[in-house]
DNA sequence: CTCTGTGCAAACGATTTGCATGATG
DNA sequence: CATCATGCAAATCGTTTGCACAGAG
């Protein structure tokens, strides 16, 4: 009989990373949340879950699967930088200026004012939108 | 005879802001970098010019300019909000991963590819880029 | 058993707040 | 002189570090 494995177990397994508790909350709360969070929500919602999660062991958990590639960071709101699954097709993301909602966006529509339309027939309003490039600068190549 | 004005002082005037050491130096320091600036930095500059200006005052004084749209905050890299002039036309970003140079892009192309193939040509070397809309969820409007 | 993960306390840097004083229009 | 701006000290918050110990494979 097959054990059940959870989708953080199976992230585990496909990275080859320990199946540790720290790993297996945190993957469960991105799937449950559906949305990126950040290093103090996650510590929140193990909070509300009578988890106890050190924070330092966090912040060293979120660095090594930002770094392996598993996490991605999404910096939208000023001064929070969120993490998402970084296997999500890349995305753009819908932030509401006045609540924490944040989600994703599937840039389809060939332009960012089709994109806008579409997001508004799905219900929110569209104010404005930021686009940044990176990479490396003359000097850094 | 007239009397000349540096930009900083005609932004004051502009708005009916107080000529203030400040903000006079907050706007030079605007005008010669070229560039958005972080709080930090702005001590940074201050302090090498040996001009004492408050950090508590900096901060309130940036916060006072953003609510009037004056400024404009930037958040590119991770857990580091720069502030720019409102009054630039509405542009987006290229920032350099390695060093802390940015640079205003101008989104004159029709899309984002041919955007970045325009940046190429200026001779930098574009890895990704990111793209988010703000506005209101259905929640909040 | 060995390597990786964990926990705690302390350090740090950016940002905010309270309160009393000073300067601008 | 009525606002608005300033300075300082202390508090707060997110994040990082050093070090000793524990747990997974």
Chains 1, 2 share one sequence.
Not at 38 to 46: G, K, R, T, V
Not at 54 to 66: A, Q
């Amino acid at each position: 009989m097959k054990t059940q494995l959870t989708e953080g177990e199976k992230i585990c397994k496909e990275w080859s990373l320990r199946n540790t508790k720290t790993r297996r909350l945190l993957f469960q709360a991105l799937f449950e949340s559906r949305r990126p969070l950040s290093i103090p929500e996650f510590l929140d919602i193990f909070a509300s879950e009578d988890e106890r999660i050190n924070k330092t062991t966090l912040y060293r958990e979120v660095e090594t699967l930002v770094n392996l590639g598993v996490l991605r960071a999404v910096q939208i709101t000023p001064r929070k930088v969120s993490y998402e699954l970084g296997s999500h097709e890349h995305h753009h993301h819908f932030a509401c200026t006045k609540c924490d909602f944040i989600t994703g966006v599937t840039f389809s529509e060939k332009s960012i004012e089709r994109t806008e339309k579409a997001l508004e027939e799905q219900g929110v309003q569209v104010t404005h939108h930021a686009l940044e490039f990176f990479g490396l600068c003359s000097r850094c190549q």
